[in-house]
């Protein structure tokens, strides 16, 4: 079966600090990735996405920036925090789709409750 | 564009007593369709989804929805509830070629559950 992994579980990092947030997908080969905030009271952000190593599309235009070194590991990270990035991070996986067909069903980690003081 | 919407922001309900969540999508051709949950600090669990076949559907925690296509909609329902559903629940269809990567959520509903 398939197991997903986010580490730290909780962060609280000053203002122009420096961000690595991990994700690890067990259990499947050549997943899709993604990377979602959550700010308070708010609904889920799609900020990255991958179909492979070295293929990362953003979403939205900020602060943060991903990277997937390995095949099922994606990292997320900052090279100064703002205040508004505060939240909470989910890392979530899907099987990849087949050509022509719709998005399946994604399965999300345990979440990165971030803090920027 | 595909679009879901979850009309109740904050439902409160009695233990025991039966739950109904709404989700209304947007969408040209038959959907797929995902229930998730969200317990407070905790990351989604999918509760139950709908591609294809029977429109009702089974899911984990005694949970049920039902995909009508006339109206739209894919509501969740559980007929009993317990204190352990206090949780946030978010709808999302999947979107198709070639945005089939992505799932369009909901701003999801929060169940308080009251003894």
């Known amino acids: 079966s398939q197991t997903i992994h986010q580490w730290p579980a909780t962060l609280v990092q000053p203002v122009g600090s420096p961000l690595s947030l991990e994700c690890t997908v067990e259990?499947?080969?050549?997943?899709?990735l993604y990377w979602y905030r959550q700010a308070a009271g708010r609904g889920l952000q799609l900020l990255f996405y991958?179909?492979?190593?070295?293929?990362i599309s953003s979403e939205v235009p900020q602060n943060l920036s991903a990277s997937r070194p390995q095949d099922r590991q994606f990292i997320l990270s900052s090279k100064k925090l703002l205040l508004s990035d505060s939240g909470f991070y989910l890392c979530?996986?899907?099987?990849?789709?087949?050509?022509?067909?719709?998005?399946?069903?994604?399965?999300f980690g345990p979440g990165t409750r971030l803090t920027v003081l | 564009a595909q679009s879901v919407t979850q009309p109740d922001i904050h439902i409160t309900v009695s233990e025991g007593a039966s739950l109904e969540l709404r989700c209304n999508y947007s969408?040209?051709?038959?959907?797929?369709l995902f229930w998730y949950v969200q317990s407070p600090g905790q990351g989604l669990q999918l509760l139950l989804k709908?591609?294809?076949?029977?429109?009702l559907v089974q899911g984990i925690k005694g949970f049920e929805a039902e995909f009508k296509r006339s109206q739209s909609s894919f509501n969740l329902r559980k007929p009993s509830v317990h204190w352990s559903d206090a949780a946030e629940y978010f709808c999302a269809v999947g979107l198709p070629f070639p945005n089939d990567y992505k799932l369009s959520f909901g701003a999801g509903t929060t169940v308080t559950v009251r003894a």
């Open positions: 709908y591609f294809s076949g029977d429109t």
């Open positions: 969408y040209g051709a038959t959907p797929y």
């Open positions: 991958s179909v492979g190593i070295g293929q």
């Open positions: 979530a996986w899907s099987f990849l789709p087949t050509s022509g067909s719709v998005a399946d069903t994604q399965y």
């Open positions: 259990g499947t080969s050549n997943p899709n």
